[in-house]
């Protein structure tokens, strides 16, 4: 019988050796020697990193899904487990999200001949490069799934704490760019030029004017710059500014007009101040959607095992590449508390591990409601 213990042993094992994202072979070996341990199944898929396992019989089956990847960071957390791979972090907690579904692999084996189906293990690499279950979708191993189930560590809550809500729970996430082309100049003779500094201004104004001034009051959406550029000393005009940000949205409607919009204000940029501006915009991963009958599934199963839990009125602006799945299949996504006085992300990131104790317990429980359906 797995014990809490173990699944803490094995979760300070990942931290302690991190890697990145499409890098992640040693936690994909790791993994498939404790599945291997147990007597679970690993498919043979044309997979570089992560893994697909499974156990039961039947037709039907459910997948649970972890993510395997690592962040750029450097820790700064003291712990004997602590990164020993510089600058590499397991500052999401990913960590956590391996050991738990571990746990519940391993939990559900042993229940095995009472499983009316089958489960699908899914150790999904690259999640934070936000296309990392295209990996997986693509080798057909989800397709007919009867769900797909998740999770996210929150360390805004407290553990024992798990918060949910139907329809979306997370945002889409996208990246925008725009590179302008001006002219340089003497900074005594600005006619001789087309001042980029001039255009940087106006386009930060006119991109922070886009949610206030194009986005019903009754919708969301997040516009936020995160780099802004132009020239490097005091008496010249440069040729070339850049500006870089993200966008959050929850409806696709609202993510291609603030998309159309930012266009729109490079091209008029562009004609007024005669400077080339070229705006890449990069699509990251789609909001996750909870599908509604899964999302009372998954309430009763929390529940069940003790979580207090709160249904939320909105959705973070996180973005989760988990909607790789919730676009394709009925889906559920949960978030689960890990109280850390950190973020997500940061340096400082220090989960408690009590979090280990019921993750698997839920999931379990939640896996054979559906099935049983």
């Not at 302008?180 to 030029?193: D, L, S």
């Not at 996504?333 to 979090?355: M, W």
């Amino acid at each position: 019988m797995v014990q809490t213990e173990d699944l803490v042993k094995w979760r300070r094992i990942f931290h302690q050796y991190p890697e990145l994202s499409e890098h992640e072979f040693e936690t994909t070996k790791r993994i498939k020697e404790i599945l291997e341990l147990y007597d679970i199944h690993i498919l043979d898929l044309p997979l570089k990193t992560g893994l697909v396992a499974e156990i039961g019989r039947g037709d039907e089956f459910v997948a649970v899904r972890s993510d395997i990847d690592a962040l750029p960071i450097r820790e700064q957390v003291t712990h004997d487990f602590s990164s020993q791979h510089d600058g590499v972090m397991h500052a999401c907690g990913h960590d956590i999200h391996m050991a738990s579904i571990l746990g519940t692999a391993i939990k559900l084996k042993q229940i095995e001949d009472q499983l009316p189906g089958r489960v699908r293990f899914i150790f999904q690499p690259a999640e934070e490069l936000g296309y990392g279950a295209s990996y997986i979708t693509e080798t057909g191993v989800v397709d007919g799934a009867k769900a797909v189930v998740g999770f996210h560590n929150l360390p805004s809550l407290n553990v024992g704490e798990f918060a949910i809500k139907s329809g979306p729970i997370t945002a889409a996430v996208d990246r925008f760019e725009f590179n302008i082309r001006g002219k340089g100049a003497h900074a005594a003779k600005p006619e001789q030029g087309n001042d980029p500094v001039i255009v940087l201004g106006q386009l930060i104004t006119s991109i922070q004017s886009i949610v206030s001034r194009n986005i019903s009051a009754f919708d969301s959406a997040v516009v936020t710059i995160g780099e802004a550029r132009s020239g490097n000393t005091w008496n010249v005009i440069a040729d070339e500014g850049y500006v870089q940000g993200t966008v959050r949205s929850f409806d696709e409607t609202i993510r291609q007009r603030v998309e159309t919009r930012l266009q729109q204000i490079a091209d008029g940029l562009s004609a007024t101040f005669d400077v080339e501006i070229e705006l890449n915009y990069e699509r990251l991963p789609g909001a996750v959607k909870n599908d509604e009958a899964l999302t009372e599934e998954a309430i009763k199963a929390a529940k069940q095992v003790g979580y207090k839990v709160t249904e939320l009125d909105q959705p973070l602006t996180i973005g989760e590449d988990f909607s790789g799945y919730s676009d394709l299949y009925p889906s559920v996504f949960a978030l689960i508390g890990s109280q850390s006085t950190h973020d997500l992300h940061h340096p400082s990131f220090d989960p408690d591990e009590q979090i280990l104790d019921r993750v698997p317990d839920y999931f379990v429980t939640l896996v054979q409601h559906i099935l049983a359906k």
